[in-house]
């Protein structure tokens, strides 16, 4: 029934899009993918249907690459991406048509730890090994493998994963914690502060600022999101002025416990 979205993809709908806090979420590229998918298949519920799911096999596979990418384990990897592709929690938003920003803001949120991962690896300390250096890039043998590494490859890749993380919070923001699951991805598996614990206080402590001023944009980003929700919801009447903060607590436990039961036994 909204009429921005039953016209397709136009410039003013765009527009519309990016300026509307409509149904108390700004989610503008969400509502974008609704209008593609009026503009190619006219109201056809069954082939908006057909994205999402085109959507969540590919949260699926990206998700399995991620894991194998990072951890090297190829069946626990896939067991993950199954529970993932199959569990009642996700396959809910892929059966709900208006769930939409649910699978679009998971691929972004994916395509951004993908990003950061390379982009990680980059930065990682390269093993002693004979090197020949060219004007634009350096080529690095070993005793296995000969690899290329483009000197500007880390910057491109921070960047990549910053444009993905502002698309995915466009599309939800319920992403807004990604910059901590990145923290946690640096802890393990990809081992950044390896080392930290023995390494003595203060250089532990300089490497613990440093990976957190590498996330100062995305946190940037997170302030962002969340002031422009707030008050879209305010605006929208979602957010209530009569809760105490005791109450607010007790909601966000009882909602925590109640998630992981349904994890469990969905």
């Known amino acids: 029934a909204n009429t921005h979205v039953q016209s397709g993809l136009k410039w003013e709908n765009v527009v519309w899009a990016f300026k509307s806090g409509h149904a108390s979420n700004w989610h503008p590229l969400t509502w974008i993918s609704h209008m593609l998918d009026l503009q190619i298949f006219g109201d056809n519920p069954g082939a908006q249907h057909l994205v999402s799911v085109g959507f969540h096999i590919a949260n699926a596979l990206l998700l399995f690459l991620l894991l194998r990418r990072i951890t090297s384990a190829l069946w626990p990897s896939f067991m993950v991406a199954a529970l993932f592709a199959l569990h009642p929690l996700h396959v809910e938003s892929v059966a709900w048509v208006s769930e939409r920003k649910d699978v679009l803001s998971s691929f972004f949120f994916l395509l951004t730890l993908g990003a ?29 493998f000969t690899f290329y590494v483009s000197p500007s490859a880390p ?10 993380f502002a698309m995915g919070l466009m599309s939800k923001p319920m992403l807004v914690t990604l910059p901590f699951v990145l923290l ?55 957010v209530s002025t009569v809760l105490s903060l005791g109450a607010r607590v007790a909601n966000a436990l009882v909602a925590y416990v109640r998630y992981l039961g349904k994890v469990f036994w969905p």
């Open 155 to 164: 910057s491109l890749w921070y960047l990549l994963a910053l444009l993905c």
């Open 184 to 238: 946690l991805l640096d802890y393990w598996p990809l081992a950044r502060m390896q080392n930290v614990e023995a390494s003595g206080a203060l250089r532990a402590l300089r490497t613990l600022l440093s990976l957190l001023l590498e996330k100062l944009p995305f946190f940037v980003l997170v302030v962002a999101s969340s002031v422009v929700t707030f008050i879209v919801q305010q605006r929208g009447g979602a």
């Open 116 to 144: 950061y991962v390379r982009y990680a690896k980059a930065r990682m300390p390269q093993p002693e090994t004979a090197t020949t250096h060219h004007a634009t890039r350096t080529i690095v043998h070993s005793s296995r």
